[in-house]
Nanobody, 124 residues
Framework: QVQLVESGGGLVQPGGSLRLSCAAS????????IGWFRQAPGEDREGISC????????YYPDSVKGRFTISRDNAKNTVYLQMNSLKPEDTAVYYC?????????????????WGQGTQVTVSS
């Protein structure tokens, strides 16, 4: 059984940093592409980063580029999202997700495996 568990969310002041973790069991994260997604109240879910399976290429939308960094530790079977220079508009529930055969260029979100989410609140 595949499980993804996010952690590391919390309350942080604008300009601050957080590192989210996505720990996997039942699936080797180096065998799939992994995406981070977020959803703010009343908003659609948004893809905010992805790391490819094959060569670890990373992808970001303009809204977080230069501030967020995704990385993968194969030994720990964990993917991280380092978030710097946080803004109030980054407030959301953050999820990691994947699907066998899914890749960072897919037009759809992964369907099969999602974590429970971790709340990030950026506020003074």
């Amino acid at each position: 059984q595949v499980q993804l568990v996010e952690s590391g969310g919390g309350l942080v002041q604008p300009g601050g940093s957080l590192r989210l973790s996505c720990a996997a069991s039942g699936l080797s994260l180096d065998s799939v592409a992994i995406g981070w997604f977020r959803q703010a109240p009343g908003e659609d879910r948004e893809g905010i980063s992805c790391i490819s399976r094959s060569d670890g290429t990373t992808y970001y939308p303009d809204s977080v580029k230069g501030r967020f960094t995704i990385s993968r530790d194969n030994a720990k079977n964990t993917v991280y999202l380092q978030m710097n220079s946080l803004k109030p508009e980054d407030t959301a529930v953050y999820y990691c997700a994947t699907e066998r055969g899914w890749d960072c260029h897919s037009v759809h979100f992964p369907q099969d495996y999602w974590g429970q989410g971790t709340q990030v609140t950026v506020s003074s």
